[in-house]
């Protein structure tokens, strides 16, 4: 079992749509979690960064946490085409070098 | 305020040649990590580097081996490239430690090809 899941997709919705792209990891010890978003053929960019458990909220996205069941979601609120690209979740553990665990990323298309 | 910035952007090499890739991190940090993602992939930790030391691995060979400077510029350099070394490589750069400005940002990548 890799220490962090995600559905590939590609995951098609119309524009205007609510989209809500999820996550699920196996160590316990994350406690801060990133979603990056990456356009094809660039470097990833950092959305949404948060400690433990509970909601945030940046505009159209929100990040929700919930460490009892090990799960993340990424909610996008009226979706543009612009949105469309690879979405990334990064859960990383307190202490140590606190290096990010990559899941492999859910390819969002938003169509006209 | 420049972010972070990876050079060169392509590079094309036959396999068994050796290969250098450079980085320099965003204004104000100080701790490089070097990653290498295949298509379709999500990026893969080599290492990450601290102070002009090699601070964790990841699960790669020997062949990956890194450098920073200290101005915190930060080279990744592939020794026998092999077909499956075919990959962007990214660098992010932040700080140590988690917190309010943790700030782990990527550059846009070398896209290595060996042929």
């Known amino acids: 079992q890799k220490e962090v899941e995600q559905d590939p997709g590609p995951l098609s919705v119309p524009e205007g749509a609510i989209v809500s792209l999820n996550c699920t990891y196996s160590?316990?010890?994350?406690?801060?979690f990133m979603w990056y978003r990456q356009y094809s053929r660039k470097g990833p960019e950092l959305l949404m960064y948060?400690?433990?458990?509970g909601n945030k909220e940046d505009g159209r996205f929100t990040a929700q946490v919930d460490k009892s069941s090990k799960y993340i979601s990424l909610f996008i609120r009226d979706s543009q085409p612009s949105d469309s690209a690879t979405y990334l979740c990064?859960?990383?553990?307190?202490?140590?070098?606190?290096?990010?665990?990559f899941g492999r990323g859910t390819s969002l298309i938003v169509h006209p | 305020d420049a972010g972070v910035t990876q050079s060169p952007t392509h590079l094309i090499k036959t396999r068994g040649q050796q290969v250098t890739l450079r980085c320099s991190p965003k204004?104000?940090?100080?701790?490089v990590s070097w990653y290498q993602q295949a298509l379709g992939q999500g990026p893969q930790f080599i290492f990450q580097?601290?102070?002009?030391?090699?601070?964790q691995r990841g699960n790669f060979p020997d062949r990956f081996s890194g450098h920073q400077f200290p101005n915190y510029s930060s080279e990744l350099n592939v020794n026998a490239l092999l077909l499956g070394d075919s990959a962007l490589y990214l660098c992010?750069?932040?700080?140590?430690?988690?917190?309010?400005?943790?700030?782990?940002?990527f550059g846009s990548g070398t896209r290595l090809t060996v042929v």
């Open positions: 992010a750069s932040s700080h140590p430690a988690p917190g309010a400005d943790y700030g782990y940002t």
């Open positions: 160590n316990s010890a994350f406690q801060y």
């Open positions: 948060t400690y433990s458990s």
């Open positions: 990064a859960p990383l553990a307190e202490g140590g070098s606190y290096i990010p665990t």
């Open positions: 204004s104000g940090h100080d701790t």
């Open positions: 580097y601290y102070e002009e030391e090699e601070r």
